[in-house]
């Protein structure tokens, strides 16, 4: 297996440079053959153009990834070089250990889900979860037996008589579902599938989603640019920018520890306050940072860079009156102007601006100190909560 | 309201002006006495009693619709894998490929006739089936290619991907997928290239010889030689023949129209 996985490459060796920084050392060879999938290195480009570029991302068997970014960002293309609906540029594809850049899509035994459902308008609910059992030529009581499961299973069982365009947009979409997941494939690709969906729909059919995931066991990979519904699928999410792969890591990684600015702010919100470096001092393990006359410490240090940035989640933040001291050096604060209040529900949330124009976002429970728009306020954090993170200038103000 | 009522007394008189050379045609058809009078004078069938019967007029007929069925299949199967091929694929100077497909639409069939003339000459096809179905097929390919493409064009390109993805190959994908859904379009491009073949007259003059001919070149030969109303009874069952097949194929787009 392990002489296969790297032979039909060109016959690449351990220790074999394939493209780019890839090479092949035992343990690469290895996790190749570990993997759900693995891709090492894979780039497409279009012309000159590389819209997906030198990317490597180990996908574990039955886990559920998510491949999450801006629109543009290259994940459809990454999907359809795994589906074998583009080929690969550069690099290295397997799929289970097996080298699959140059098998014909219909030979990888993946199921796909496409946002458009792509459910075939001539055949019924029914013929249409029966067409991948065709051909693979099982006993027709075997195969009506899975076609009732899988109807079963997205919850179509007496829909089975009707043609896709007498269902719901939902419906449509499981039915799409049962059809990729009858033959059991071991991997399941999904492009948006529930981007044409209205929100309530779409919350329902995530959870569904995420059952049948546990229920058949196979390796997802789903692709949305919605963060939050990455957040409430996923074991792990790969954060797309620009054909790169910026980090992967569980939701909870992604969004406490972010990597870099753009996974900061692209997951969940945040308030980012930017200083050159020349400003920093680093002392016990923590950075401070001059913003005006005011200090902002946080943990951590980032050498080498330009200008640095300290990401901060509302939650973390609060809001106290003018006047108010930190109690003690492992709390910062900042005085700042609020500029609306908005009430969620479970709380607060104000949207306020620094001295200096930076606006940031605090939310707070129900029972702390109230604010309205135009009230002076000291909003603070504690030290361990802000991420130190490398400020690339980029112009992505998306948080504002 | 009254440049509505211009309007339809223009299109009235067009489809008039359209409509009365073709149906002049019929009555004389029915003519009881042996000439081209109109109207005629008394009614009778013994001109299609004499083209029924003639066995030089059944074996053009004979002729005619053996070419044209055969033009019909060749015309759609080359018709079907050139749309295919051109709706499918991306490559440069893929808008000249399409122009060029569709060229004998615009050519004048004159061009081609003398063209294929000299052409069948050398390779021994004047005046056979192969040589009628080849000149046929080559100005019905064009009907053909313009009423699949409309059809594919309305296929989903990632219902293949997702056919692909199910495990099919290309060739299960086509016909278990795309054919179905773009019937409608191939049989009204079938129906079209019968037509043309079946009304075919130009080129048909230019490759016929006279063990050989198809109804229109006896029609016309008839016509240029004799005064026998016989020929308005053939005329009258060509066009009936044309006007049903038609209307099969309009019948055929309309349910396309219904299925997406
Ligand atoms: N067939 C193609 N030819 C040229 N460029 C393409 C093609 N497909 C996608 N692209 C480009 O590749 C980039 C990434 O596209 P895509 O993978 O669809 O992004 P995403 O799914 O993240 O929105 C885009 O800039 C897109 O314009
Ligand atoms: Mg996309």
């Known amino acids: 297996m392990t002489e296969t996985g790297a032979q039909s490459v060109g016959a690449a060796e351990p220790g074999d440079r394939v493209s780019g920084d890839v090479s092949l050392d035992t343990r690469t060879i290895q996790q190749i053959n570990e993997a759900g999938i693995s891709l090492k290195g894979v780039t497409k480009r279009y012309g000159d153009k590389a819209v997906v570029d030198d990317i490597d991302l180990v996908i574990e068997p039955g886990e559920f990834m998510t491949l999450l970014g801006p629109s543009g960002s290259g994940k459809t293309t990454t999907l359809n070089m795994i589906a074998g609906f583009a080929d690969v540029t550069e690099g290295l594809l397997h799929i289970h250990g097996k080298p699959v850049a140059k098998l014909p899509a219909h030979k990888r035994d993946i199921g796909m889900v496409f946002q458009n459902y792509a459910l075939f308008p001539h055949m019924t609910v029914e013929e249409n979860v029966a067409y991948p059992l065709q051909r693979r030529k099982m006993p027709k009581a075997e195969q009506r037996k899975r076609i009732a499961e899988s109807l079963q299973m997205v919850r179509l069982a007496e829909y089975g008589g009707r043609y896709p365009a007498e269902l719901s947009g939902g419906q449509q979409q499981r039915a799409a579902l049962a059809r990729a997941l009858v033959y059991n494939p071991r991997v399941l690709l999904m492009d948006e599938p529930l981007g044409a969906l209205d929100k309530k ?74 200083a050159p470096s020349s400003t920093a001092t680093v002392r016990d393990g923590n950075t401070t940072l001059a913003v005006g006359d005011h200090h902002v410490t946080v943990p951590g240090e980032r050498r080498g860079v330009e200008s640095l940035a300290v990401l901060v989640r509302p939650e973390n933040l609060s809001l106290e009156l003018p006047g108010y001291v930190p109690a003690s050096s492992t709390e910062n604060a900042l005085p700042v102007t609020v500029k609306t209040a908005t009430y969620l529900g479970v709380g607060w949330r104000y949207d306020v601006v620094l001295f200096d124009g930076t606006s940031g976002i605090v939310r707070t429970p129900n029972d702390a100190t109230r604010f309205g728009p135009g009230d002076q306020a000291i909003v603070t954090w504690d030290v361990r909560h802000g991420v130190l993170l490398e400020d690339l200038g980029e112009g992505d103000e998306s948080t504002t | ?236 069952v060509t066009m009936a023949v044309s006007v049903v097949v038609m209307l099969a194929a309009q019948l055929a787009t309309r349910k396309r129209k219904a299925l997406t």
């Open chain 1, 201 to 274: 729909l779409r919350e329902w059919l995530q959870m569904e989603i995420k059952r049948i995931h546990q229920e058949v066991g196979s390796t997802f990979v789903y692709v949305t640019h919605d963060q939050e519904e990455a957040l409430s699928l996923s074991d792990r999410i790969a954060v797309f920018n620009n054909g790169k792969i910026e980090q992967v890591g569980t939701g909870v990684e992604l969004y406490e520890h972010p990597d870099t600015l753009f996974v900061g702010r692209f997951l969940g919100e945040s308030s980012v306050l930017r």
């Open chain 2, 1 to 236: 309201m009254t440049m509505k009522r211009v309007l339809i007394a223009f299109s009235v008189l067009v489809i008039f002006l359209l409509i009365v050379p073709t149906l002049v045609i019929v009555p004389i058809s029915f003519n009881a006495s042996p000439s081209f009078d109109f109207p005629p004078k008394g009614w009778s069938l013994q001109w299609y009693e004499n083209f029924l019967t003639d066995r030089e007029w059944l074996k053009a007929l004979g002729n005619s619709v053996l070419v044209a069925i055969l033009t019909a299949i060749v015309a759609t199967v080359a018709g079907v894998l050139a749309s295919l091929g051109l709706s499918r694929l991306k490559f440069r100077g893929k808008s000249l490929l399409e122009n060029y497909f569709l060229a004998p639409m615009i050519v004048p069939g004159i061009v081609i006739a003398i063209g294929l003339y000299s052409l069948f000459i050398r390779l021994d096809l004047l005046g056979t089936i192969p040589g009628f179905v080849f000149a046929h097929t080559i100005v019905a390919l064009p009907l053909v290619i313009i009423n699949v493409m409309a059809s594919l064009q309305g296929v989903d390109p990632r219902l293949a991907q997702a056919a692909a993805s199910l495990g099919a190959s290309k060739a299960r994908t086509f016909f278990t997928v795309t054919l179905p859904l773009i019937v409608p379009g191939v049989t009204a491009g079938a129906l079209f290239a019968f037509v043309t073949s079946f009304d075919e007259i130009i080129l048909s003059l230019f490759i016929q010889d006279p063990s050989l001919q198809t109804l229109p070149v006896k029609i016309y030969r008839s016509v240029t030689q004799s005064t026998d109303p016989t020929v308005a009874a053939v005329a009258v």
